[in-house]
């Protein structure tokens, strides 16, 4: 079922989003050659609390037997890491990485969910392009999100408009609607066919997220459970915005 958020609703996940939007402008400000992603993630967890929110990924668990749950507050994806990368002291960024950040926070009851891909250092014109296509991408599925349109007609715009760039579509992972809970319906697809799936209503939230690779689309899930990266090597990028669909334009609630 589609939850429709109240006013009262909205108001509680703009708080959220508003703490995610500034985590992530404050990591920007902090990747630099030589820090951490463990450094990273508790930056992100200390501007969380002191805002007086939860990192609603810090647990989250794994499902699976023998997988630990998720340990940290961010997703630290470097390079040919798609997503769900563990920050670790052992990953000091260098010039010329890519580093993914996906973030959730949890205040008064609600989650706010979001991913930036960011240069490490110089920027190189291939991995620039990447990551522009990866943002533009979700604006172009936005264009879509509105009362009437279905999610088809989103997924179908990311896709297309990755595609015609000459990148691939993760397609084992996909945007969802997000409330009270961090995942909720729908299942939000970076690919698919105009026209289908379920019909947009103002009040519903939903965070979607394209995720892309330079190359090939097969991925891989490391021993660890979790870090997902793709399987030529290839470099990935990402990014998400918790939106809130409205009678009119979307209202793109994690932008700083
Ligand atoms: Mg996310």
Same mark, same amino acid.
């Given at each position: ?14 708080? $959220?989003?508003?703490? #995610?939007?500034?985590?992530h402008?404050?990591l920007e400000?902090?990747i ?5 992603t463990?450094?990273l993630d508790?930056?992100a ?7 007086? /929110?939860?990192?609603?990924q ?14 940290a507050?961010i997703c630290a994806s470097v390079n040919d890491e798609v997503i769900h990368g563990i920050p670790?002291?052992?990953v000091?960024l260098?010039?010329?990485d890519i580093i993914s950040i996906d973030l ?9 969910d979001a991913a930036r891909t960011h240069i490490v250092?110089?920027?190189? $014109?291939?991995d620039?392009?990447l990551i522009e296509v990866t943002r533009?991408a979700f604006?172009? /599925? ?14 179908? $715009? ?12 993760v397609?084992?992972f ?23 799936? $379920? ?10 997220e394209p995720m892309v690779i330079a190359?090939?689309?097969?991925i ?6 979790w870090t997902i990266v793709s399987?030529?090597?290839t470099k990935a990028a990402h990014y998400e915005n918790?939106?809130?669909? #409205? ?10």
């Open positions: 079922m589609i939850e429709i958020k109240s006013k009262r609703e909205i108001e509680l996940m703009e708080e $959220a989003c508003r703490i #995610t939007a500034l985590v402008k404050k400000e902090a630099k050659p030589g820090i951490t463990l450094e508790r930056l967890e200390k501007i969380i609390r002191e805002n007086g /929110g939860i990192p609603a810090k647990g989250y668990p794994s499902g699976i037997k023998g997988v630990m749950d998720f340990p507050t670790s002291r052992k000091i260098k010039d010329g959730v926070t949890y205040k008064n009851g609600y989650n706010g250092g110089k920027a190189n $014109a291939e620039k392009k533009q604006f172009e /599925g936005i264009k879509f999100a509105k009362p009437g349109n279905r999610i088809g007609d989103i997924s179908f $715009a990311i896709q297309e408009y990755v595609e015609k760039n000459g990148f691939s579509i397609k084992e996909q945007g969802h609607g997000i409330g009270r809970q961090m995942h909720e319906d729908p299942g939000i697809p970076n690919y698919g066919k105009p026209g289908k799936g $379920a019909k947009l209503e103002a009040g519903m939230t939903l965070a979607i190359g090939k689309p097969d891989w899930e490391l021993e660890d459970g399987q030529d090597g918790t939106i809130l669909i #409205t009678e009119k334009e979307p209202k793109v609630l994690t932008l700083y």
